[in-house]
C-alpha cells in the first residue's frame, strides 16, 4: 500500500520474481487497502506510513481491526527511530527504511507470513534502549498510542472537531488526550506541539 505508483510496479514485479510470493493486489489509500483485505487473504500487507488522506499511524489501527491476525511490514522512507517504535507497538509486524536491501524485504515478508515479528538490527536496538531507559526517553515516547495519533494530528494543524470525525471520538474526548498530552509534553499551545514536532522531525 504506497500512493507512488511507480513504487508499487517496481515492488510488484521483484515479488512476482520469487515463486513462494503472490502479490493479491495493491492499494494507493487506506480506503482501497480495507477493500482489499475483503476482497482477499492477505497474509501479509506491506504498507508505506505516508499516504494521502490519513497517517499510516490511523490507517494501520483500521487494517488491524479489520484483520487482526494480518501480518503488516511498514516500508517507510522515514528513519527506524522516528518510527518504528510506535508502529510495533500499533501492531506492525516489522518496520523497513525504504533504503533498505530488496532482499531484506523478501525475507521479512517469509518471517511475518509464519506469524513472527521481523526486527531489524537497527529497530531491535531501538527496542532494547527503550527498555533501558524509560526515564530519560524523549517525552513523546511516554505518550500512549492514542495520544500519540492526537499528537501528530494536532501539530499538523488539524482541529479537534477533525480529528475526533477521522479518530471517531467525541470532540470532548480529543480535548482530554489533548490536555494529558499536553501536560506529558510539557507544552501549553498547538503551535509549540508543531515546533516540537518539527524539532523532533516526526513531521516534515
Known sequence: MDDHAIVRSGLKQFLSEHVDLRVVGEAANGREA????RAHEVDVLIMDLAMPGQ????????LKAKA???????????????????????????????ECDPK???????TIALGRRYLTPAVADLLAQQLNRKDDAPPHEQLSEREFQVFLKLSRGETAGEIA?????????VSTYRTRLMEKLGLSSNSDLTYYALKNKLID
Do not use: C
Not at 503488516?72 to 525504504?98: C, D, F
Open 165 to 173: 470525525k477521522s479518530l471517531s471520538l467525541s470532540v470532548k474526548t
Open 104 to 110: 531484506e524485504i523478501v525475507e521479512a515478508i517469509r
Open 55 to 62: 497517517s499510516g499511524l490511523d490507517a494501520l489501527a483500521m
Open 68 to 98: 487482526p491476525n494480518m501480518g503488516i511490514l511498514i516500508l517507510s522512507g522515514y528513519p527506524e527511530e522516528h518510527y518504528a517504535i510506535n508502529m510495533i507497538r500499533q501492531g506492525a509486524s516489522g518496520y523497513l527504511n525504504k
Open 34 to 37: 480495507i477493500d482489499l483485505i
